[in-house]
């Protein structure tokens, strides 16, 4: 009886993960797991047939290595490049297209190549480098969010590793970036976990004060400011 018992059991589990295969994948898949969508894509975030994998797939194919994977009901992509402390770029869409994604509602030091590079911004690009690089990431919307993509073509996304890290809270909490000032679901929080940070001295908001510290006061000026007149103080 307890075999029975056993082997009915056995069936009816095997049922239901064929069942939530199919539900989730209802067109064939090839031996690494992977298929071409065909419908629901937009549920997806995928187009119509792009190539894309359902769980993990260890195999060094570059197509492959790239194509989103799907856990669930979620799409992850896979993170290209790190460009700077908030910004990176992700394999998006068919045939490898990449695309920049700028961190929803933080700011990291800048590292223009047209000024002198802002204090920690090394080692936020390396941060988020170790955070996020080569790694499958989901992209999240904002609820509150009303612009998509910033004035540089950027998408504005919360970026979500597979554990549920979120990787801009943890560029705040180390110091490696600031809240930036808009209109999201998470700025209130944000602020709350710089002002941590700060009292921490965490990161940037302990070298750079130091470095602050040690750079030359600058000299007095010899002259006014626009509107002030030459008499409302000493002029050597």
């Known amino acids: 009886m307890k075999l029975v018992n056993i082997v009915a059991a056995t069936a009816v589990i095997s049922l ?3 069942t939530t295969i199919a539900t989730a ?3 064939k898949t090839d031996k690494f797991g992977c298929h071409k969508c065909i419908k629901d894509c937009e549920k997806y975030s995928l187009v119509k047939n792009e190539y894309h994998c359902h769980g993990s797939v260890s195999v060094q194919s570059q197509n492959i290595q790239i194509a989103p994977r799907i856990y669930g009901d979620k799409t992850y992509r896979r993170v290209e490049r790190i460009l700077d402390g908030d910004t990176l770029s992700v394999y998006l869409g068919l045939g490898g297209k990449k695309e920049k ?4 509602g933080i700011d990291a030091p800048e590292t223009s190549p047209k000024e002198k590079a802002e204090c920690y911004s090394t080692q936020a690009g390396e941060k988020l480098k170790k955070l996020a690089y080569n790694m499958f990431v989901l992209l999240e919307k904002d609820k509150l969010q009303q612009d998509d993509k910033d004035k540089y073509g950027r998408l504005l996304r919360y970026v979500v590793l597979f554990d549920n890290t979120s ?3 943890e560029m705040i909490k180390g110091g490696y970036a600031k809240a930036y000032p808009s209109l999201t679901a998470t700025v209130e929080k944000y602020k709350k976990l710089e002002n ?4 921490k001295k965490a990161g940037m908001w302990g070298e750079c004060l130091k470095e602050a510290a040690t750079q030359p006061k600058p ?3 010899n002259f006014p400011l626009k509107g002030e007149r030459y008499g409302s103080r000493n002029i050597n």
């Open 101 to 104: 994604v700028r961190l929803l």
């Open 196 to 199: 941590d940070a700060k009292e």
């Open 16 to 18: 239901f993960l064929l």
């Open 167 to 169: 990787v801009n809270e």
């Open 219 to 221: 000299e007095e000026r």
């Open 25 to 27: 994948s209802p067109e």
